[in-house]
């Protein structure tokens, strides 16, 4: 017996014109019939691999989704969940494995095939044009249109029939620009039901919400699931998981580590899961950590242009000769963080001390001067220039001190000696110093970054995702590196979402959750349980 | 590797020279002119030593020009108002080299120094409107060659003119202790005939000088350094200590400096005032040589010496009732075909580069291969 | 349904306005005018309201206008240029000689043509390979600059009337038009002096006498610019292409055809813009007869905030400047007095929102202006000349916070970049 799910009529395959809506008469009249196979899935990913050159980003995941449910896919950075709904979505094209919507097989090259099959993706970064209205960026590319003109009241009409359906009413002749980020949201959400989608992909959605607006998000999830729209969303936040999926699928490392009900789970099993139930042990070695502090942190907070709390009353102190890690998904703070103590962004409050003076207020390269060292989270787009040599690259952050530079010139013999030390000392693979950055690997280009760092000698050094997408020879020295200077009497600040990396070097081990510092933990005793649910937000009985 | 890498650095420019020929001798057929025999008349008649001469005069502001329009390039930022900028800069430079007297030596410095600082000026109004308030350098400095004309209009009639027999408005003749001698000696020297009626501008040595404090400033000093990476790479600049908006005005202030020394090499040459007859255009020309040259300051003065030879062979053309026009279509066509051929090269190169670096590390040790 | 605060639901019926647009520019009018025919009593002249002022404002503006418009195409599908100057250019030489050898309405039509091909050359070089922009558009502003200079060399041989910098009249010219009994008796009130009356006469007569059917046409394109961008189709995406192209891109929008759109039809109004200097005033092209009309076009283009009506309100400004230079210095005098009156206007209206530093430094400006108008009895034409360009700047400086240019323009777009 076969279920028949039901979608708004008006979908064309090109999207080129749109047909108008036209009413029937009951309930959800202007849907047309779906008819789905008999065994009634909305969606299933059957065996699905996809690798990238040095990455196997999904490793024969499976995935089922049942029809008009709400499911959802939890996982760390790096879990293969966004690559999994991109394929789904048409945007990458999976290697092996099947895809099979509402029971049929299904090949898609595009979004435009999975939009044709009635599937949308709410992204996490919105695809959203400011200065268009949210009627106008709902209908682009799929105009109604009479003639050339388009169908402004027939697209209104129809804009504010889902709206209130849903419970999600925006006035369509708003300018995008003026909406609150939750708004915005339901824009990319009306964008997608506009076009027919039964099958809804959200990514992060509660990412940027705040905690109101998370709530009104989800109520409007359940009413579109209680109307037969089937919903997949990704999130690494399991208290709100809990709280709204009929089942959910946990991925870790490329693979799918189980799919639970939400009845049969905790949020501590469910972190256990998704973090893995082995953390490394973390080396035991004599302990170098002084009692002279090297960075202190007071009361920083930090709001964002719309409001948004972006770092919430963080402290932190740090002695010579420990590496304090900070733990946590990406985008809870960490970049703010390490924007305010370089002087690129000016907090609203809070101060940030070095060797007990007040740093608050100098300029970036003076704290460069005054000995703060930095690795930074994306060396492509702020640690590296891909098209100079080494050795000017070898100057980044230090171009203002000897051996780089006497009086107002480069002192040329001194920058490629120091370039060439770098080299020979951290082992950079490379055929000569005059090379240009981007010739080199990712993990000789760490390398380098981190040996010109060291050899400036600074007095506390911001470690951002050190290992990150390098191989695994280069991350071990690279660890080696950060143990000897910390011996050395070095204080580090280790920002990273590689829990081994975390747990093997730290000497404290921090949790930052939406801005605030919510753990301290010592990382020899600190079970995955605990770990996982300080960063996914959970409350922890302590 | 060193001879491939000037191959590469040359392929751009010389490619879009030959293309550029190239659509000159269509448009020149379609004419009805022979393309070969206008090219040859060009060759021949720029291979003596009066052209020779000429084409240095003419080279010589196109270079000053190219290195100011250079010094906003390397860090991205567009200084369109150059032409502005040394018109007036060259007006209040003869206005006060006419009017404030001075003993040799010192009264050639205080002509250039007037000239760089009103050149700074102007340029740095548009840095501090786009520092202050985000108004857009193209825009502004646009606007401001038109304010600059008007102002140099006015002040010409009224307030800075000289009695003089010409209709010409002028700031009045530069007494002769401010003129800069002239390098006719160095072609004769050579035993070539002395050129006629055009003199080697004795600026050319300022111009070189110049050139040189270019390539010091821009790469052999942390000032230098922080301007390019600026251009390269804001993101990794900005981690690196780098003050974006003291760039961006230091940098336009520079730029117009070295603008307003474009005019000296006329005004402190033959025509030892500024008239209504002062050379123009030479501020957008000098854009094509700076991207013609690649902003490098040996490929500018190629470029400028390119375009200067253009300039001047393009008299004989008349003479020979070719329109000398084509020229300046040659020009044009080399600008849009030079950053057109750049983009591909560069891409080229880049590819190259990877591919060699990971061959060298394999033919080393063999462990690491590019990611 | 949870209870927690929501925004207040937005109003569903667009919300009525306590002024309906048409009152509103009603009022504007008669105050304006009120006001103008005060100012010239005090000042002493007539020409600030002239049907002859006017009618040469508007033919004036309308060049400035095709241009601005034309940067509008391109800036709202994410393509500077700056290289409206030369399209323009080109719209002279081809409208000239297109004019010469067939006719004036010939002449219309390769106007647009060749400002077109330069506004292709554009596109080629931005869109398709990447090329700076500003750089582009300079070099066809060079370019376009030589090639006419060459092609009147090759094409005005001796005899023909014309030479390397000018062409030989048109044939023929663009029809005018009057509207037949209202110019006479509007000009009959004009004539009587009065108050209020004769000027908006004269206002009225200069919009309605000796109009040519090609101002009617570039006119027309305000609105049919604004119909073409807001209410269709094609015109969502061309917006949407210069907002955020990586959105309309995910959409099945084809962002590299739109901008090219955009560009080709910004060179061709600049042609036509172009070919209106030549058609219905000069009757010949004439080297450097734009004489930067492109540029003022562009800044036309950012006073009206990247909208037709702005765009056709600044260039109207430009316009009514020029003509006032052109018709009779002491009018330009006039204007001081004019900007000192509207400045103290706003000031006592941002006094009213309560903004004191705003309102503070336009009162001293307002002064500023008054003691300028008492103190001298004329203004130099050279400041005139530099008027809209000063202009330009001021409103740049003021506004550029609050001026909304489409926020992908300028960016280089490359297929498929994720953002």
């Known amino acids: ?71 959802a896919i939890v996982g760390e950075n790096g879990a293969g969940k966004s690559t999994l709904m991109n394929m789904l979505y048409g945007m990458q094209i999976p290697d092996s494995g099947e895809i099979k919507v509402r029971g049929e097989l299904e090949h898609f090259r595009s979004p435009k095939d999975a939009i044709a099959h009635g599937i949308g993706m709410v992204h996490q970064h919105f695809m959203l044009a400011d200065n268009l209205t949210v009627l106008e960026n709902i209908v682009l590319g799929f105009e109604p249109k009479s003639g050339m003109r388009i169908d402004f009241d027939g697209a209104r009409k129809k804009i504010i029939e889902i709206g209130s359906r849903y419970g999600m009413t925006l006035d369509p002749d708003t300018l995008v620009e003026h909406l609150s980020v939750g708004q915005r949201q339901r824009v990319e959400i009306l964008k997608v039901l506009f076009r027919g989608a039964t099958i809804l992909i959200l990514d992060e959605p509660t990412a940027v919400l705040v905690p109101q607006e998370v709530d009104e998000l ?75 502090v090297a960075l202190e942190v007071r009361n920083l907070t930090h709001r964002s242009n719309d409001d948004r709390t972006l770092l919430d009353d963080v402290n932190l102190t740090i002695r010579n000769g420990e590496i304090v890690g900070i733990a946590g998904v990406e985008g809870n703070g960490q970049s703010e963080l390490i924007d305010a103590l370089m002087g690129i962004i000016d907090p609203e409050t809070g101060s940030v001390l070095l060797n007990g003076e007040d740093i608050s207020t100098r300029h970036t390269i003076d704290r460069h001067e005054a000995g703060i060292g930095i690795i930074p989270e994306d060396r492509h787009r702020q640690g590296l220039l891909l098209s100079a040599p080494l050795w000017e690259n070898v100057m980044l952050g230090h171009q203002s001190q000897a051996p780089f530079v006497r009086g107002p010139f480069i002192d040329m013999k001194g920058t490629r000696s120091a370039t060439e030390e770098v080299v020979e000392r951290f082992d950079v693979k490379t055929p000569n110093i005059d090379v240009p950055a981007h010739a080199l690997s990712g993990g000789n280009q760490q390398k380098m970054i981190v040996g010109k760092e060291m050899l400036a000698e600074p007095d506390v050094l911001i470690a951002a995702h050190p290992t990150r997408g390098i191989d695994v020879g280069a991350q071990s020295a690279v660890w080696d590196e950060l143990r000897a200077a910390r011996q050395g009497g070095l204080a580090v600040l280790l920002i990273s979402a590689d829990l081994d990396e975390l747990i093997g070097l730290s000497d404290t081990l921090l949790v930052i959750f939406d801005g605030k510092i919510v753990a301290s933990l010592d990382p020899g005793d600190v079970t995955p349980e605990i770990l996982g649910s300080y960063m996914t937000g959970v409350k922890v009985a302590s | 590797m060193k001879v491939s890498k000037i191959f590469f650095s040359l392929l751009a420019p010389v490619s879009a020279i030959i293309f550029s020929l190239g659509v000159g001798a269509i448009v020149l057929l379609i004419v009805g002119i022979n393309p070969l025999d206008a090219y040859g008349q060009m060759v021949s008649f720029s291979a003596d030593s009066t052209s020779f001469a000429s084409s240095i005069n003419k080279a010589v502001p196109l270079y000053v020009s190219a290195v100011a329009v250079a010094i906003g390039f390397q860090m991205n930022l567009f200084n369109i108002g150059v032409e502005g900028q040394y018109l007036i800069a060259a007006m209040f430079a003869g206005w006060v080299g006419t009017n404030v007297v001075l003993w040799g030596p010192l009264h050639i410095t205080v002509i250039i120094l007037t000239a760089v600082i009103v050149g700074a000026i102007w340029a740095g109004i548009a840095g501090a409107l ?65 050129p006629r009626g055009i003199e080697i501008p004795g600026f050319l040595v300022i111009a070189i000088l110049l050139g040189i404090a270019y390539y010091v400033l821009v790469w052999r000093t942390r000032f230098g350094f922080e301007l390019r990476i600026s251009g390269m790479n804001p993101g990794s600049a900005r981690m690196a200590g780098v003050n974006p908006k003291k760039m961006v005005f230091y940098t336009m202030l520079l730029s117009g400096g070295v603008a307003g020394l474009i005019g000296l090499s006329t005004l402190m040459g033959k025509l030892g005032a500024y008239t209504q007859d002062f050379p123009r255009g030479i501020g957008f020309t000098g854009i094509a040589v700076a991207l013609l040259g690649r902003n490098h300051p040996v490929g500018m003065a190629l470029g400028a010496l390119l375009f200067g030879v253009m300039d001047r062979a393009a008299l004989v053309l008349k003479l020979e009732g070719i329109p000398e026009e084509i020229v300046v279509i040659i020009q044009g066509v080399i600008v849009l075909a030079v950053v057109v051929a750049y983009e591909i090269v560069g891409r080229i190169v880049a590819a190259r580069e990877v591919t060699a670096a990971a061959e060298a590390l394999k033919a080393s040790n063999g462990a690491e291969v590019a990611a | 349904m949870t209870t927690t605060t929501r925004e207040p639901m937005v109003e569903m019926d667009g919300g009525k306005q306590k002024w309906s647009k ?225 959105a309309a891109e995910s959409l099945g929008v084809p962002v590299m055809r739109m901008k090219y759109w955009g560009v080709v039809i910004s060179g061709a109004l600049s042609g036509l813009g172009g070919a209106y200097l030549v058609l219905v005033q000069a009757g010949i092209y004439r080297e450097g007869q734009t004489g930067g009309r492109g540029f003022i076009g562009l800044g036309a283009l950012i006073f009206g905030n990247w909208i037709p009506s702005g765009v056709l309100a600044g260039a109207g400004l430009f316009g009514y400047a020029d ?95 994720a953002h």
Do not use: C
């Open chain 3, 22 to 246: 048409w009152g509103l520019m009603l009022v504007i009018f008669l105050v304006s005018m009120i006001g103008l025919s005060a100012i010239q009593e005090i000042a002493g002249t007539s020409q600030l309201t002239s049907s002859g002022t006017w009618g040469a404002a508007l033919r004036l503006t309308v060049p400035i206008l095709l241009a601005g418009l034309g940067g509008l195409y391109s800036e709202r599908a994410g393509v500077v240029n700056i290289g409206l100057e030369g399209m323009m250019i080109a719209g002279t030489w081809f409208g000239a000689w297109a004019g010469w050898q067939f006719g004036p309405w010939w002449g219309v039509a390769f106007g647009i043509l060749g400002g077109a091909f330069f506004g292709l050359i554009h596109a080629v070089a931005t869109v398709t390979f990447g090329v700076d922009q500003i750089v582009s558009g300079v070099a066809i502003n060079l370019l376009a600059a030589g090639a006419m200079r060459f092609l009147s060399v090759v094409t005005y041989t001796i005899g023909s009337g014309g030479g390397a910098t000018q062409s030989p009249r048109i044939q023929g010219f663009i029809q005018t038009f009057d509207i037949p009994l209202l110019s006479p008796f509007l000009q009959s009130i004009e004539d009587k002096e009065w108050f209020f009356f004769s000027d908006t006469a004269g206002m009225l007569g200069g919009f309605t006498t000796n109009v040519s059917w090609l101002t009617v046409i570039g006119l027309l394109a305000v609105p049919i610019t604004t119909w073409l961008l807001w209410k269709t189709a094609w015109g969502l995406r061309l917006r949407s292409v210069g907002e955020n192209p990586w």
């Open chain 2, 130 to 194: 786009k520092v202050t308030r985000g108004v857009n350098e193209v825009i502004s400095t646009i606007m401001l060659n038109f304010i600059a004309f008007s102002a140099i209009a006015y002040l010409l009639a009224n307030t800075f003119s000289v009695e003089s027999e010409s209709l010409n408005l002028s700031t009045g003749k530069l007494p002769d202790s401010a003129l800069l001698p002239n390098l006719n000696f160095l072609i004769t020297m050579f035993g070539f005939n002395e």
């Open chain 1, 1 to 71: 017996m076969s279920r028949v799910l039901s979608r708004p009529v008006g979908i064309l395959g090109d999207g080129d014109s749109a047909t108008l809506w036209h009413s029937g008469t009951e309930g959800a009249s202007h849907r047309q019939e779906w008819v789905v196979a008999d065994n009634g899935r909305a969606v299933e990913l059957i065996a699905i691999t996809k690798t990238y050159p040095g990455v196997i980003a999904n490793d024969k995941v499976n995935l089922s989704v049942g029809l008009g449910e709400i499911h």
């Open chain 1, 218 to 292: 989800f109520d409007n999830l359940k009413v579109l699931r209680d109307d037969g729209v089937t919903l997949i969303f990704i999130s690494h936040k399991l208290d709100e998981v809990l709280s709204v999926a009929n089942s959910i699928t946990v991925m870790r490392g490329g693979k799918t580590v189980a799919t639970v009900l939400p009845q049969d789970v905790d949020a501590g099993q469910l972190a256990e899961l998704m973090v893995g139930s082995e953390l490394p042990v973390p080396e035991t070695t004599a302990s170098t950590v002084t009692d002279h």
């Open chain 3, 323 to 417: 003509a006032l230079r052109l018709r009779q210095a002491s009018a330009v005098h006039a204007l001081l007095l004019l900007i000192a009156v509207l400045l103290a206007a706003f000031a006592l209206w941002k006094l009213y929102q309560k903004s004191y530093t705003a309102a503070v430094s336009m009162g001293v400006f307002a002064i500023l202006f008054y003691l300028w108008w008492a103190l001298t009895d004329e203004v130099a034409t050279e400041v005139v000349t530099a008027t809209p360009y000063i202009a330009t700047l001021l409103v740049l400086s003021l506004a550029s916070q609050r001026l909304r240019m489409p926020a992908a323009d300028g960016i280089p777009y490359r297929k498929g970049e």
